[in-house]
């Protein structure tokens, strides 16, 4: 075996972490959990192995998520799950160091983005680490013209946060990003069940709910789905039926967290670039952007027209990818990171 070094580009996401590989595209897709032996302190499984057994280990392994709402929760968690995706995206293969790219959310601070620089580095990076900001990842993924002088807005919902941005010549004109994405969505079905019925279910379980019949928009046909889980008062396991108008009013609070990041964001865009958004309209990534009738809420509450990408789950990734592919063309994207490697 030969020694090499690889370019990859990484979305590091609070519920999945995509790596892309230089000329081969998008090469790895894993859950972003570890399982960890507690007696030991040492990692049992990482990824697709570690999210099957959630909910279902015994009391020596517990299953973690080391990135919580888009920053580093665990950071040595954070460095063994890394190590683990980096070597299987380059097949167990010898390698120098990779070369590195790596999207994080708008809003962390600079403690936080120095975090995951040094976890990458850690992690078998080379240095130095090329950051680039989520929204603007996905909006150069979706195939927005991000470089040009006109405005594009993307609207990016992953797992942990919610980044929305409009974006011109390569930069951030307006953003806000707020914790408050996929997972909070998940949150609010297991919290309506648990008042409504007295029924306690899993992560997974709710997860299962929102993408079978959960719903942002009314639909003609109402659903309904059969869950199950554990009665708090007898302690008992339970069925209950549960409709898509109860999936939709639970999400409701956090659907309305959203929309009021994508209205301040619209409020505090220039003139010049409003008339942009207007004749473009809104692009949606991320796998938040696969709500049912999310598209449609939004439109209903800016006026905008909406369009989800066509690949909302790879846009960070790719935009990370061809950030990496290209940088003289996207140097303005990166220049605050090369002049912090320049001094």
């Avoid at 648990?194 to 928009?217: P, V």
């Avoid at 554990?230 to 956090?254: C, F, K, Y």
């Amino acid at each position: 075996m030969s020694l090499f070094t690889k370019d990859i580009g990484i979305d590091l996401g609070t519920a999945n972490t995509l790596v892309y590989m230089r000329g081969k595209g998008i090469v790895l897709r894993e859950p972003s959990v570890v399982a960890v032996n507690t007696r030991t302190e040492k990692a049992r499984y990482v990824g697709k192995d570690a999210k099957q057994v959630i909910g279902r280990t015994p009391g020596s392994i517990v299953a973690v998520r080391p990135l919580k709402e888009g920053v580093i929760a665990d950071f040595d968690l954070t460095i063994t799950m890394l190590q683990e995706f980096i070597h299987k995206a380059l097949k167990g293969r010898i390698f120098t160091k990779a070369r590195v790219t790596i999207c994080i959310p708008s809003g962390v601070t600079p403690v936080e983005r120095n975090a995951v620089r040094e976890a990458a580095e850690k992690a078998g990076a080379r240095h130095p680490v090329f950051i680039v900001e989520e929204p603007m990842a996905a909006a150069i993924g979706a195939g927005l013209p991000t470089t040009d002088p006109t405005g594009s807005m993307i609207v990016d919902i992953g797992g942990g946060t919610s980044e929305v941005a409009v974006v011109s010549l390569g930069g951030i004109v307006t953003s806000r990003s707020v914790r408050c994405a996929g997972d909070s969505f998940d949150a609010a079905i297991q919290n309506y069940i648990k008042k409504k019925y007295n029924l306690l279910i899993g992560e997974r379980s709710a997860e299962n709910i929102k993408l079978t019949i959960g719903s942002a928009f009314p639909s003609e046909q109402e659903e309904t789905m059969e869950i199950k889980g554990r009665n708090l008062l007898n302690g008992l396991p339970e069925n209950v039926t549960i409709t898509s108008t109860e999936v939709r009013d639970a999400m409701a609070e956090p659907l309305a967290r959203v929309i009021d990041a994508i209205k301040t964001t619209l409020e505090e865009t220039p003139p010049e670039l409003s008339a942009d958004i207007i004749d473009q309209g809104i692009t949606l990534a991320g796998g938040g952007a696969l709500l049912r009738g999310i598209d449609k809420l939004i439109n209903r509450e800016t006026g905008m027209p909406v369009y989800i990408a066509e690949f909302p789950l790879d846009c960070v990734a790719e935009g990370a990818g061809k950030v990496m592919e290209n940088m003289d063309k996207y140097q303005d994207t990166l220049v605050e990171y090369l002049k912090y490697y320049e001094k």
